[in-house]
């Protein structure tokens, strides 16, 4: 039969390493909620005066995007959320400026006119077959009144894209 000695060594070792532990979590997860927002997209369209931005933070268990647009990136304002496994892949704006839209997970456009800021659509440019899809939209370019967009249909993983057109409500 072990010493109470023992026994109680045992157990502070034992209450000292589980405080260790605690004490590493909580500075692993003080780190990581401490981690500053950063911009992964900012994109501009040609006639120039506005701006689109993807910004990422933490949030929950893992990493947010938050969809903004303004003049500037300083008054840009919140128009979306991704949570989850949802990722902007892409901006993209009409030629004048006054539409635009973030392609998300590939395959989803959500679209804004800029002047009044509001949603104007969200359609998927490829019917998603999977999380993730297997094929996925690229190089969204809109009309030039804004009607509709063009875009490649292309597989996730290789070669092969074909053109696809969608129209705008």
Do not use: H, K
């Not at 589980?18 to 500053?36: E, H, K, N, W």
């Not at 004048?96 to 359609?123: C, I, K």
């Amino acid at each position: 039969m072990p010493a109470t000695r023992t026994l109680i060594g045992v157990a502070l070792a034992s209450a000292a390493l589980a405080a260790c532990a605690g004490i590493a979590c909580g500075y692993t997860v003080g780190l990581r909620s401490a981690d500053p927002q950063r911009d992964v997209l900012v994109s501009t369209p040609p006639s120039g005066g506005r701006v689109a931005v993807v910004r990422e933070g933490p949030c929950g268990q893992g990493r947010c995007q938050t969809l903004l647009l303004g003049s500037t990136r300083d008054d840009a304002v919140e128009v979306g959320r991704l949570t989850g496994r949802e990722r902007c892949d892409e901006i993209a704006w009409s030629r004048d400026g006054y539409r635009m839209g973030f392609l998300v997970n590939g395959y989803e456009l959500r679209v804004f006119d800029t002047e009044p800021l509001r949603p104007v659509a969200q359609l998927n440019l490829v019917q998603p077959d999977g999380v993730p899809s297997t094929r996925i939209a690229r190089g969204v370019t809109f009309s030039d009144n804004g009607a509709a967009v063009t875009f490649d249909d292309c597989p996730r993983a290789t070669s092969g894209c074909r053109s696809g057109l969608a129209g705008i409500r």
